[in-house]
């Protein structure tokens, strides 16, 4: 994508004004989305992008400028643009770089798959998800894949390369009974090539996201209340991505804007409670080789046994806080400058018995699937969709609900963890941020929260 003599040229440029570090990001993608609705394919894109971005430094000082010509000539004038914008004491001279690969290459790349191929795995969806019931209205189907090589070069020597494939499934059944609609999804992912479909259960997963919409479709509205909750694996774990993970990345910790600022080595979770982010898991959705600034991803320890163990931190978070980086800086695209983002996050399996959960709580939610929501990463307060929801009575599931909401405190739920499966599995998701928005993965065992405010529109039950 570049040469070392051409990367060294611009870097060079970047720092003709006294910067004191300057690094290049180089990315080349291709693209592929398929949309069937109810059967007809509505919507087909290929796209092939490809562009340049170069940042500065001078201390805490930083530019950024991007181009989506990569030639020389455009990536010069690129890094003088960000010079003009940072005024150091700096000199700049010739950098011996380390060469390093970090590419993962597909089994099957997606330049070889045939949009046939791809349509016949989604009529296969479509088709699993209509034979659930007459209830369901519309199916629609969408498989993506994206195939990106990507260089990062700086001025302290870092030359790496990546190649980062990723492929999804999304599968969304509406169902209705002419009053009312619901709507059920799923969306398995791997950073695979198109081998990746051999590990989804294509059938099951359509099957899944239809019985999900007409169990809701007949659920009564969920009551509300302050009591025990019961939160599945996989994509549960967006609780603890959005309401604690984010406090935890440097973006909002280097700036105070956390509410885990200054509390490394301090409980702040249950002692049954660990949690990791591991960008290193071969396949999975959020894995990368390398971050977007170069260094390699690795896995690090967030929390362990309830103490706080350490951040997710960036080279500028990095000089904020006077700590290293630790492989945690992404970006959407060469438009975004990287900042620190989770990766694969997730609580680690406990010891705890997943249906003596249930079978102990006298009263309250067993919540199997989430949905989206909201949060403050200052406060930790967050406000949370419950996709798929069912109400405990002495031990037993007595009835599906719909219209759950979980409100609390990220801090606070935290500490309130009293149970920590011993299975855990992991949800796919795209996590926004300044840096544009980002393959992760969440996920957890099932866990219980001793109590948590529910909110829902329902009577007793």
């Not at 720092?15 to 693209?31: K, L, N």
């Not at 509505?42 to 092939?48: C, G, L, P, V, Y």
Request: one cysteine or more; a negative charge.
């Amino acid at each position: 994508m570049l040469s070392q003599e051409a990367a060294n040229a611009v870097l060079k440029a970047a720092r003709e004004t006294g910067g004191d570090f300057a690094e290049i990001y180089m990315e080349d993608a291709r693209s592929n989305t398929l949309k069937l609705v109810d059967g007809q394919v509505e919507d087909a894109a290929s796209t092939h992008s490809r562009g340049a971005g170069v940042r500065v430094f001078a201390g805490l000082k930083t530019a950024y400028a991007y181009t989506a010509d990569t030639s020389l000539d455009s990536l010069l004038a690129t890094a003088r643009a960000a010079a003009a914008a940072v005024k150091g004491s700096s000199e700049a001279g010739d950098v011996r770089f380390a060469v390093r690969d970090y590419a993962r290459i597909p089994g099957i790349p997606f330049d070889i798959v045939t949009n046939t191929q791809r349509i016949a795995v989604m009529r296969q969806a479509y088709e699993a998800a209509r034979s659930v019931s007459d209830e369901i209205r519309q199916v629609q189907v969408m498989l993506m894949d994206v195939d990106k090589h990507v260089l990062v070069a700086n001025s302290e020597g870092v030359f790496g390369t990546d190649r980062r494939p990723r492929i999804r499934l999304v599968v969304q059944a509406v169902a209705s009974d002419g009053k009312s609609t619901q709507t059920g999804m799923e969306g398995p992912g791997f950073a695979m090539g198109f081998e990746a479909l051999d590990l989804i259960d294509v059938i099951e997963t359509a099957k899944s996201a239809a019985k999900k919409a007409v169990t809701m479709l007949h659920a009564p509205e969920c009551p509300a209340a302050s009591l025990p909750v019961v939160i599945d694996g996989g994509f549960g774990g967006v609780i603890f991505h959005e309401a604690c993970g984010h406090s935890l990345e440097a973006t909002s910790v280097s700036r105070g804007n956390s509410e885990f600022c200054g509390k490394l080595g301090q409980q702040i979770a249950a002692s049954c409670v660990t949690a990791i982010d591991d960008g290193t898991i071969p396949g999975q959705w959020g894995t990368i080789g390398m971050d977007d600034e170069g260094t390699p991803t690795q896995r690090r320890l967030l929390i362990e046994n309830g103490i706080l163990k350490g951040y997710m931190i960036d080279r500028l978070g990095s000089l904020r806080m006077n700590m290293p980086v630790t492989g945690s800086s992404r970006r959407q695209n060469y438009r975004y400058a990287p900042t620190s983002r989770m990766t694969n996050t997730f609580i680690a399996p406990g010891q705890d018995d997943p249906e003596e959960m249930i079978k102990t709580m006298p009263e309250g939610l067993y919540a199997r699937s989430m949905g989206g929501g909201s949060v403050n990463p200052l406060t930790g307060e967050f406000n949370f969709a419950v996709s798929e929801g069912y109400w405990v009575k002495n031990g037993e599931i007595v009835t599906p609900v719909r219209g759950a909401t979980l409100i609390g405190r990220g801090a606070d739920v935290l500490m309130k963890i009293d149970r920590v499966g011993s299975h855990m599995w992991m949800g796919q998701g795209m996590c926004g941020s300044q840096s544009g928005s980002v393959a992760t993965n969440v996920g957890q065992p099932r866990i219980r929260v001793s109590e948590l405010v529910i909110g829902g529109k329902g009577g007793a039950l």
